[in-house]
């Protein structure tokens, strides 16, 4: 059974950092490009970073380019993403998503149930 | 970046009426390399992540109903629910991955009349 289990969210103040992770387990993780995807409260979702499957290509949003950095380790099964100059917009429900091939021109074909961000003062 | 417009923005239908959601892309998203339209269809229900419905605009996720459809190409979409359930009340978004960002419609919010 495929799971991906977020964690790392939290309060944090306007300019401060994160780190998410995301466990994946049930299938090979390898194999697979990876991504992060957000909700703010009440709203749509927002794609916001994608890793291919060696971790060699990786892509960003605009609105977090810079600021937040994708990266994942293959021998432990996990999925990162580093925040840093975090603002009140980045808000939101992060989701780890997998995709359904390995690489970033993909659909997103399972995803966790998220981490919280709140970027308050 | 490729915008994502769907239509309506929300909709009400009968149960056991069809309901037919649009999704706009504002350049095409079809490789003519492989002759796929890269559109994804997503179904969300309140606390919930999305789930996959749809990919390459028309291929039905494994165990989805065959109630739900996908259609279209280059640039027009269409989900097509043949015969709405109770269940099927959710907000349903499309996705292009034709190229990054990634993007999302803004969401369809499906109801029962």
């Known amino acids: 059974e495929v799971q991906l289990l977020e964690s790392g969210g939290g309060l944090v103040q306007p300019g401060g950092s994160l780190r998410l992770s995301c466990a994946a387990s049930g299938f090979t993780f390898s194999d697979y490009a990876m991504r992060w995807v957000r909700q703010a409260p009440g709203k749509g979702l927002e794609w916001v970073s994608g890793?291919?499957?060696?971790?060699?290509?990786?892509h960003y949003a605009d609105s977090v380019k810079g600021r937040f950095t994708i990266s994942r380790d293959n021998s432990k099964n996990t999925l990162y993403l580093q925040m840093n100059s975090l603002r009140a917009e980045d808000t939101a429900l992060y989701y780890c998503?997998?995709?359904?091939?390995?690489?970033?021109?993909?659909?997103?074909?399972?995803w966790g149930q998220g981490t919280l961000v709140t970027v308050s003062s | 970046d490729i915008v994502m417009t769907q239509s309506p923005d929300s909709l009400a239908v009968s149960l056991g009426e069809r309901a037919t959601i649009n999704c706009k892309s504002s350049?095409?998203?079809?490789?003519?390399?492989?002759?796929?339209?890269?559109v994804a269809w997503y179904q969300q229900k309140p606390g919930q992540p999305p789930k996959l419905l749809i990919y390459w605009a028309s291929t039905r996720e494994f165990g989805v109903p065959d109630r739900f459809s996908g259609t279209g190409s280059a640039t027009d979409f269409t989900l097509t629910l043949s015969s709405l359930q109770a269940e099927d009340v959710a907000v349903y978004y499309c996705?292009?991955?034709?190229?990054?960002?990634?993007?999302f419609g803004q969401g369809t919010k499906l109801e029962i009349k």
């Open positions: 350049q095409s998203v079809l490789d003519s390399s492989n002759n796929k339209n890269y």
């Open positions: 890793i291919a499957y060696t971790g060699g290509n990786t």
């Open positions: 996705q292009q991955y034709y190229s990054t960002p990634q993007t």
């Open positions: 998503a997998k995709a359904g091939c390995s690489m970033t021109s993909c659909y997103s074909n399972f």
